[in-house]
């Protein structure tokens, strides 16, 4: 049973993990190259302050060179039976790399999808992990501490073998892309009909109680008009984070229609363009086969 743990990254969600874990009487050993959040100087450190035998570690830094280059060092200062948990949002073939060469060392390797972002300290984490059954069962009481209360099956699944965890929070976060794409596109055309609509806000709002589209999400999206009815503090650039992409490769290489998620995606990609091509050369097009009317550049 774990009583004792590190872990590694106190950022916006690896701080309130610790402070969760703490409040369910799990002792947290916190690293980060901030000192002033930390609890040790180094990762080496961090290690020798875990007592044995079965060392956990849960690593929560940003996917890519960072999350590699804490694994790579963790495999030097680990040992036999002893456990690294990778909380990021890897791509899991790497994960399933990652694991070989740990194993290597006797050292045991799970990979946990995290989702709730910063509210999850006060209403838990969604959790679907990746490994060894007997590894999983032994980290039971750190993924009990974080999840959601309620039925365990609710908030938490071992999804399968080594990657499985990450591979199921990819798709979770391509779901996230649609879901936010249409109620994105829902308020800019209720925004669009303000001579009809006038209350825009107040329209979302209504949606939360006994809607079919009621949801966490269309919650936040109430919660960011209060704050700014017109969203003019926001500019319309909107960033991919990596998921999204590997969701629909994932999509391709496998004949799988992902109609809603791709264009999600695309449209993120479409929110950077100040000026885009692609819609310059539609509005060509209808010009020259049907004699479309078209707008001047402003430049």
């Not at 002792?27 to 956990?56: H, I, N, Q, W």
């Not at 199921?168 to 308020?187: P, R």
Request: proline share 5%; hydrophobic share 40%.
């Amino acid at each position: 049973m774990v009583t004792h743990m590190g872990l590694v990254g106190l950022g916006k969600m690896g701080n309130n993990m610790r402070e969760r874990l703490r409040r369910a009487g799990i002792e947290v050993t916190g690293y980060d190259p901030r000192p002033e959040v930390s609890d040790v100087e180094s990762l080496a450190a961090l290690v020798d302050a875990l007592p044995g035998p079965r060392r956990v570690v849960w690593v929560m830094v940003p996917a890519g060179d960072p999350t590699r280059g804490v694994v790579q060092e963790l495999g030097t200062l680990l040992g036999d039976g002893d456990i690294v948990v990778e909380g990021g949002n890897s791509h899991y073939p790497e994960d399933q790399a990652r694991a070989a060469e740990l194993a290597e060392r006797g050292v045991g390797y799970v990979d946990v999808g995290v989702s709730g972002g910063i509210w999850g300290l006060e209403n838990g984490y969604g959790l679907m992990c990746g490994g060894d059954d007997d590894q999983v069962a032994h980290l039971m009481p750190v993924f009990d501490a974080l999840r959601p209360e309620g039925p365990r099956e609710e908030g938490f699944v071992h999804a399968g073998n080594v990657g499985a965890g990450h591979f199921a929070k990819m798709v979770h976060n391509g779901i996230e892309y649609g879901l936010m794409q249409a109620y994105a596109e829902g308020y800019e055309l209720l925004s669009a009909k303000k001579d009809v609509v006038t209350d825009v806000h107040g329209t979302m709002r209504a949606w939360k109680r006994g809607t079919v589209v009621r949801s966490w999400l269309l919650d936040l999206m109430v919660k960011a008009l209060e704050e700014d009815p017109q969203l003019a503090a926001i500019d319309d650039w909107v960033a991919d984070s990596g998921e999204g992409r590997w969701t629909v490769d994932e999509a391709i290489d496998n004949a799988v229609p992902l109609p809603v998620i791709s264009a999600a995606l695309f449209s993120r990609f479409a929110s950077r363009q100040d000026d885009s091509p692609a819609m310059k050369a539609v509005a060509a097009l209808r010009q020259q086969f049907g004699g479309h009317a078209t707008k001047p550049s402003a430049e």
